[in-house]
């Protein structure tokens, strides 16, 4: 690609702009997971997916059976930044309630 741009003294000069030879790269994705304990009660589990991960009312409940069974559930799939700020946010909320509820973040599948 070029561009033409003038001189003070009528010329034209011609500036060469090298195509972006980079491929920008997705960002890592990190998955927010939330672990089973016996004391935080499933109402209050599903009021955090509700309130900080936005999700349905039949997601949420999805999602807190799930990690009832199986000790874990992904709560949702976020870049590095977004999935700290939820992670702090359900942490914050817990301690808030006096409840143990443990909500962590793992580096997902690369896209």
Do not use: W
């Not at 997705?26 to 927010?32: G, I, K, Q």
């Not at 209050?44 to 999602?63: G, T």
């Amino acid at each position: 690609m070029s561009e033409k741009r003038r001189g003070t003294g009528g010329d034209v000069a011609t500036v060469e702009k090298q195509a972006a030879a980079t491929k920008l790269k997705r960002p890592r994705l990190y998955r927010v997971l939330l672990h089973n304990d016996d004391f935080t009660p499933m109402a209050f589990v599903v009021s955090v997916l509700l309130h900080v991960f936005r999700k349905s009312e039949s997601d949420a409940v999805s999602i807190m059976l799930h990690a009832h069974e199986t000790g874990y559930a992904v709560a949702g799939v976020f870049t590095r930044e977004i999935a700290e700020t939820k992670v702090d946010e359900t942490m914050r909320m817990a301690s808030e309630s006096n409840y143990p509820l443990l909500c962590t973040m793992e580096p997902g599948e690369d896209v």
